[in-house]
DNA sequence: CTGAAAGCGCTAACAG
DNA sequence: CTGTTAGCGCTTTCAG
């Protein structure tokens, strides 16, 4: 079954024109006597004429397309990110096509360089799993206009996107000091990842500006992002069986807090008085949890928008883009019941 | 900035050989020499090389990209549709652009007609206020292949996949019913979209079956789809303001579940003792709400496999699909605390 | 003001 | 087994 649609041919030969003259005519050319163009703009309307978008980016050796690639989109901060770039993509006139790494590294290898052949440019968030960046690199050296996000990478240039994660990790951490947790856990994606070293340094700092003692036993990381429950479940475990538990946990990856909040409660295990958690999470309705679930939030759409900006701009852009930009968001911290004990200073 | 990359014509002019000669050799044709294949795929590894997919599409007529128009990815239901789907198209190797309606009319004609020249086939749930199906019957009538999912409609040809809308909307009105509601209201999308006809007849026959008579004031369609907060609390504003106000809202969109939930909350309104709360919803971690929500939850990863399962099939058919199926996927019924009133019967 | 022709990258007759 | 050629739909010189 093919599709069937109409040609600039098929007008010309209808109206008696060459191509050129009804693609000139299209396309307003100050060449074309006015009654020319009204003739074939009112005829091409009649047929519901659409030029093919493969032989323009042929021609034009574009193709008005954007290329996402992100860990998952079931995932609410990423849904979040992709609403918010594409609704300046349709704004611009640009498609969104977009790949999923599932956290792993030969995937996001190979998404990389197949979109690279179909999009005018890339937003990309790194992989948990990435180990080299030789494949990116390629590209960028070969003039695809690359925008980072998220998890971004100091190693190369290209306009960057990115939430204060210092901060957001800071913030929650030292709330939960303040409310008397001492034992405090960090759970996090892999450190190659720069977004989780600087929230590793929000929580170290933290605590260290607390007087508190690091213990290297409290440090989690999940190698696949936490994208699957056993994953969270095995860290879980690793963490209650220590001979001094922690008693609050800082999580620091969407799927990760909600897969540790789903085994708090699976084992019956009361946030927060027998372990509090504060975690990134984007998800809606935390507020409505029970206990109510305290979160650092980034702003996800934002940051979609942002980055299909930056990077419809250098797209777009005539000359070279040397100058790049780092956009810092601040994310919203929310404070609620699962890190607020009812019996503070235990 | 243009993107420079390798093709056949280069590797042609390095390996004195003809175009056609690489190309057939890439593609492993039988009358190429296995010593010329040797060379020139070693080659083209070497140099990365990958197909302008422009020009293939252009010739073969067809884009390997599959198009999904849906009402908004910021929807859990959707994004789990999406999720299904790219992990077929992932697999068959598929691209998938993504374009929003976000409930309007316009703008689904819109997407629909500007997707038409970059997709081989397309997957549609309507929007709530679609009023002609014109812009997709022409599609089809020029040999687009269309699947229709979730929103589906009687009037057009295709395959096509859906929830036991009746049923889920049945069991979650009877569960009420059984816990001592009596007076029930139902609030949805507007009733043009089969899916809502068919719930509101499960909700309907439900009452009836248990000797109910209807109350039409208790009759709710958000025109927007829920998407807007504003839209549920006026809704939900105009039943409490009722002589004799609902007990119970049966909610029959994510949306519209959510702002509902949200409403009730918001104004102290207690669940479910002063209103009780079932609705179609895919969110994650609806258990753990307090109250915990029941909810008749859609398979929607399995709908979007499904769906782009038998739209690749049909795109892949050698000669004309005439027999088309409809899948109906069951929905699980949750019920929890949103619903089952501490004084039942009252 | 309009047309003829070349070419974007690739495939597929058709010739050898 | 390999090369020549035409053509997918469109834009764009270059000629008139």
Redesign the interface.
Known sequence: ?????VTIKDIAKVLHLSTSTVSRALRDSYEISEETKKLVVEYAKSV?Y??????L??KK???R?LGITIS???NSFF??I??GV?SVA?EKGY??????SFENFEREQEAV??L???V?GMLISLSSETKSLEHIE??QD????VVFFDRITKSLEGHKVRSNNFKGAFQATAHLIQNGYTRIAFVGNPDNLAIIKERKRGYDEALESHQIPPTEAYIKYCLHGGLSYDEVERVMEELLQLENPPQAILSCADKIT?NC??YL?KHDIRIPDQMALVGFSN???TE?????LSIIQQKA?TMGVQAAELLIQ??E?KR??VDFSEIVLEPDFFARASSAPSDPGK
Chains 1, 2 share one sequence.
């Open positions: 079954m093919k599709f069937e649609s519901n659409r030029p093919n978008p493969s032989a980016n042929l050796r574009r193709s397309t998952e989109i079931a849904s979040q992709i609403a594409e349709q498609n969104v096509i977009i790949s999923q360089r197949n690279s052949q179909s005018d390629q590209l070969r003039g695809m206009p909600t909040y789903r409660v998800l809606d309705l409505f949890l029970h206990p109510s759409v250098q797209i852009s070279p883009v």
